[in-house]
Nanobody, 125 residues
Framework: QVQLVESGGGLVQAGGSLRLSCAVS????????MGWFRQAPGKERTFVAT????????YVADSVKGRFTISRDNAKNTVFLQMNSLKPEDTAVYYC??????????????????WGQGTQVTVSS
């Protein structure tokens, strides 16, 4: 079984930065996509960013483009989400997930088969 553990969340002021990490253990597939999703209180979980585990190709949601960057360290089985210029509306629980697919453009929840527990990000105004 695959385990995904997010870390790096916390409280930050608007305009600040935060870096999330997702450590993957157990069996994984080097070519599968890894993604970040988020869920704000009272709202549905939405796509944030995805990356090909092997190629490094990325795709980022329009809402965070230019502010968030997804990356990975294949040797350490770790995915990162660098968040800059944070806004209060970025406040959410952020989830790391592994996709069943190879595409770096896997943006739907049903395309992912393993999920972490999430890490809270709170941006104050």
């Amino acid at each position: 079984q695959v385990q995904l553990v997010e870390s790096g969340g916390g409280l930050v002021q608007a305009g600040g930065s935060l870096r999330l990490s997702c450590a993957v253990s157990g069996r994984t597939f080097s070519s599968n996509a890894m993604g970040w999703f988020r869920q704000a209180p009272g709202k549905e979980r939405t796509f944030v960013a995805t990356i090909s585990w092997s190629s490094g190709r990325t795709y980022v949601a329009d809402s965070v483009k230019g502010r968030f960057t997804i990356s990975r360290d294949n040797a350490k089985n770790t995915v990162f989400l660098q968040m800059n210029s944070l806004k209060p509306e970025d406040t959410a629980v952020y989830y790391c997930a592994k996709s069943r697919l190879y595409s770096y453009r896997a943006t739907d929840e049903y395309e992912y088969d393993d999920w972490g527990q999430g890490t809270q990000v709170t941006v104050s105004s």
